[in-house]
Every structure is written in C-alpha cells, then in structure tokens.
C-alpha cells in the first residue's frame, strides 16, 4: 500500500471549515483513500473512503486531486467534538483488510 | 450492545505475568483485528481472524502473543511473560468481512506492564 504524509498537528476556529490535507504520491491505480480518526481515550472510527471521484457523506467531504497523489479531508463546520487525530490511509481493491495507519494529524478545534 | 466491547479496560501486570485481553464483536461480523497502540503513535495491526480461521499474524511481536477465536465471534489476545515494552493500548476491531467494509473499533484494553 502507498505511503502516506500528514501534518502532525493543525488547529482550527469552532464553526469553520477544517481542511485536512494528505500526500500520497506514490499511490496506484486501485488504491483507496481512507479516513478513520480517533478521539482521546477512544477507539479509531470510520470517516470516509475514495477512489477518484470527489465524496460526501454526513461528517466529511473528501476531495482527491485528479492525479491522486493527495487528497483533502473537509469537515464542513468544525465544532468542539472533532477534536481527535485524523489518519489518512491508502488501502489496494481486494487487498489485505488490516488498516495500515500512519500517525495521523492532530487536529484541535478551538473556541 | 451495538458495538465492539473490550475487557478489562484497564490491567496492571507485573513484569513475567501472564494477561487475557477479551474483546466481543459486534453480532455477526465475520472479520476480527487486533492492533497494537503504543502512546502517541498510530495502531499497528496485529493479528487477523475470518471467523474462527486466524488468516494473518504477521504482526505478533513475538511468541509470547497468542489470539484465538474459537468459535468465531469472541476473542482473546494473551501475552505470556510480560515485557515493559508490552506496555500499550490493545485495540480490537470487526467487520462484516469485506476487504472494503467499514471496520468498527472498541475502546481498547490499556495494558501497564511495571
């Protein structure tokens, strides 16, 4: 699977768009972009998952770049409770179901 | 419950002492992951089960780490002879059993080896 690079930290206003970018430049043609993030104390939970296209869902939105060597994880209106660590992970179609996760970026989301 | 339970939530051992760490899935799923968590890091996968079948331990550390899954629903992590260095959040995980399907993770078993 390809490798990925994160911000190890980055801040954000309650109530403002948090953009959370993430590089894999060596990704191939059937490797997924997924995102999980884990909340102090607890265990990781899933976000949102792409191939190509652009997708929404009601936590996130993902933009992948048309090359696809990076992506951008978008949570809409940031509040309080999404302060967590966010992982970006590149997962190959029909591949291992073990998650290979980096060490993510921290994102805290301020008052 | 509707998701994935872990027992006991929190467990001191001396070091050389054997642990047990439980974890329940959720009903039904067929895919079962235990991680690693050490502090500050990111979970490293440790071992994976298809039903009763453990299909991928390529990450146990070591032989001291042990998982089963009898029946294929409840599993058990046992670390024999204990080592500081097993000091970490272990984390289980299922799922319905597709390499795409959402993996669902419960709270984790902190382990404190002194």
């Known amino acids: 699977d390809a490798k990925t690079t994160q911000p190890p930290s980055m801040d954000c206003a309650e109530g403002r768009a948090a953009n959370l970018p993430c590089n894999h430049s060596t990704i191939s043609g059937n490797e997924y972009v997924y995102w999980y993030r884990q909340i102090h104390s607890q265990g990781p939970q899933y976000i949102i998952h792409g191939l190509k296209n652009n997708e929404t869902n009601e936590m996130a939105s993902l933009i992948i770049t048309e090359d696809r060597k990076s992506s951008t994880l978008i949570l809409p209106h940031a509040t309080l409770r999404d302060t967590a660590v966010y992982y970006c992970i590149v997962r190959s179609q029909g591949g291992s179901e073990k998650l290979v996760f980096g060490k993510g970026t921290k994102l805290t989301v301020n008052p | 419950g509707a998701g994935v339970s872990q027992s006991p939530r929190y467990k001191v051992a001396k070091r050389g002492q054997d642990v047990a760490l439980r974890c329940d899935p959720i009903s039904g799923h067929v895919s079962l992951f235990w991680y690693q968590q050490a502090l500050g890091q990111g979970p490293e996968f440790l071992t994976y089960?298809?039903?009763?079948?453990?299909?991928?331990k390529s990450g146990l550390p070591s032989d001291r780490f042990f998982a089963e899954r009898p029946e294929g629903s409840v599993s058990t992590l046992k670390i024999q002879r204990t080592q500081q260095e097993d000091s970490a959040v272990y984390l289980c995980?299922?799922?319905?059993?597709?390499?795409?399907?959402?993996?669902?993770f419960g709270p984790g078993t902190r382990l404190t080896v002194l």
């Open positions: 089960f298809q039903n009763e079948a453990q299909l991928d």
């Open positions: 995980a299922s799922s319905l059993g597709f390499w795409d399907n959402e993996q669902f």
